[in-house]
């Protein structure tokens, strides 16, 4: 009652995201690149994966990474306001009910143990939950993990970014073997952290990987 929830987007009182601020949200439609999910002419393959696509099966993204989706990120991921995983998770189960990507299990992109216990919580995990109860798919918090602590990535050109997630993740156990994983992080930038993680996977005997996040830089 003192503090109520306000619009990250209008600040309107009564939700963390109102349906007028929900509605200008530009979300991806086709056709798209059939790899990374960017808009392209045709649905072809767009130059940057004609050059070098991601070692990835394909990865969608919800919406782009500006206005009320870009505030409502950050708000989750700096400010602690954890109930805006409600209403972002409900905009990714309706993607993937449109779309319906591949996908026997859920996994979270994880943060390093360091970062984790800064934070408190995995904001990927946070909307990975949301997604599983919506879409009905076990989400495996525990199935990847960052051996390696990185430096962040918002200010590394493209090959930085590939660079300094090498290695940074490992899967510890055969469980995923076989199986079709979607992985879930916040928001899709080059792909590099998206490729590392399904690399680490692909060690251990996953047979697709497909990774669906909440937004996308333009």
Request: charged fraction near 25%; glycine fraction near 6%.
């Amino acid at each position: 009652m003192l503090f109520p929830p306000r619009c990250v987007g209008c600040r309107q009182v009564g939700s963390w995201l109102c349906p007028e601020c929900r509605n200008t949200i530009e979300l991806l439609s086709p056709p798209l690149c059939p790899r990374c999910g960017i808009p392209t002419p045709g649905g072809k393959l767009c130059p940057r994966c004609q050059r070098a696509a991601l070692q990835i099966d394909g990865a969608r993204s919800v919406a782009f990474f500006d206005g009320p989706v870009r505030e409502a990120i950050h708000r989750l991921k700096y400010s602690n306001v954890r109930d805006l995983a409600v209403p972002l998770g409900e905009m990714m189960v309706s993607y993937w009910q449109d779309v319906r990507l591949p996908a026997e299990v859920i996994v979270p992109v994880p943060l390093h143990t360091r970062r984790l216990r800064e934070r408190g919580y995995n904001q990927a995990a946070l909307l990975a939950r949301e997604l599983g109860r919506g879409v009905g798919l076990p989400v495996l918090e525990d199935a990847l993990v960052r051996v390696r602590e990185t430096s962040p990535q918002v200010d590394l050109n493209a090959e930085e970014r590939k660079e300094n997630v090498r290695g940074a993740f490992h899967c510890p156990a055969d469980q995923l073997a076989d199986k079709d994983v979607l992985l879930i992080d916040d928001v899709y930038t080059t792909g590099a952290t998206l490729e590392a993680c399904s690399l680490a996977l692909r060690q251990r005997g996953v047979r697709t990987v497909w990774a669906l996040t909440l937004a996308r830089a333009r």
